[in-house]
């Protein structure tokens, strides 16, 4: 009888060893493919959503005019639209600016009710109509730090958004100086990620998705995760970085899928909107890093320097970054628009 116990209590020995092994080597049994995708990447929350952000508990969060304009919209947060629009009352003697003094107020309140639930820091950007405007940008920037330090925070717990155009880059250039960090938002090309590089800029937002929506559109074609274009432009761009020592780091932003997203774990951040975290969260699929920076040493990818002139011209050879660069100003220029026809209205029955 004792050598069937003996062979019972080695069997049970060995799958609790064979179990213990898995369980150590893939975490899925404990851990969701959100949680799996947190040890080798920081995720960012992008939404202007305060209340959705919280369950999915990541380190920052982004905004920009579109999402401020949603948010705005759903009646949860009407309290932080009437506080905005008891401010513009007070900030100014015309309708246009009082108009402005209750815009600007609403992006920093709904980043001031984002801070009171992320750890890190919330990006907060600037009216896309600047784009082309160094002066402007710099005092639009200046203006939200203001209304942030006046709310209690610090500029440690604030990134400036700006669209990576040439000027974007020199007024983020200038505020990175003041300590004004910025994030560099609508990259959509090598050019733009080397012009940040070289400007000092502290973060980069490349956009995955809508790089696939210009191919898918061009091509006709379906891409598998792995040959994804904005995956692999965030990939050259992340082993540029990395393999020529610049401090910006790489936030992989605009997504359509989870396997753009797990095809980039280990990217220094990802910004992800909440129905695609809800999806991660719901999922136990192992997830791999894929972006490793001593790997980056071995990519055989020149180091090159952009003047203005060279700049322009490699972008303008770019015709799917071009195309959405200009796209996405014009796209937040319309929201940003539509807020402000919704303020004004709410302005003149107040």
Known sequence: ?????????????????????????????DMDSLQQLKKFTTVVADTGDFEAIAQYK???????????????????????????????????????????????????????????????RVSTE???????????????????????????????????????????????????????????????SFAQAVACAEAGVTLISPFVGRILDWYKKSTGKDYAATEDPGVQSVTKIYNYYKKYGYKTVVMGASFRNTGEI???AGCDLLTIGPALLEKLQGMNDAVERKLVPDAADKVDIPKISLSEKEFRWML????????????????????TVK????????????
């Not at 303008?316 to 929201?335: S, V």
Request: net charge negative; glycine share 4%; charged share 25%.
């Open 339 to 350: 807020l402000e026809d919704t303020i004004r209205a709410k302005l003149a029955s107040a």
């Open 58 to 120: 990541p380190t920052d969060a982004t905004t920009n005019p579109s999402l401020v304009l949603a948010a705005a919209m759903k009646d949860q947060y009407d309290f932080v639209v009437k506080d905005a629009i008891a401010y513009g009352k007070t900030h100014g003697k015309t309708l246009d600016e009082q108009v402005e003094a209750t815009v600007d107020k609403l992006f920093v309140s709904f980043g001031c009710e984002i801070l009171k639930v992320v750890p890190g």
């Open 126 to 188: 600037v009216d896309a109509r600047l784009s082309f405007d160094v002066e402007k940008s710099i005092a639009k920037a200046h203006r939200f730090i203001q209304l942030y330090e006046e709310a209690g925070y610090t500029r440690d717990r604030v990134l400036i958004k700006l669209a990576t155009t040439w000027e974007g880059v020199q007024a983020a250039k200038i505020l990175e100086a003041e300590g004004i960090h910025c994030n560099l938002t609508l990259l959509f």
């Open 262 to 264: 797990t095809e980039l």
């Open 1 to 29: 009888s004792g050598q069937p116990q003996k062979f019972l209590s080695f069997c049970l020995f060995f799958l609790l060893f064979i179990l213990f092994r898995h369980r150590r080597s893939s975490n899925t049994f």
């Open 316 to 335: 303008n050879e770019d015709a799917m970054a071009t195309e959405k660069l200009a796209e996405g100003i014009r796209k937040f220029a319309a929201d």
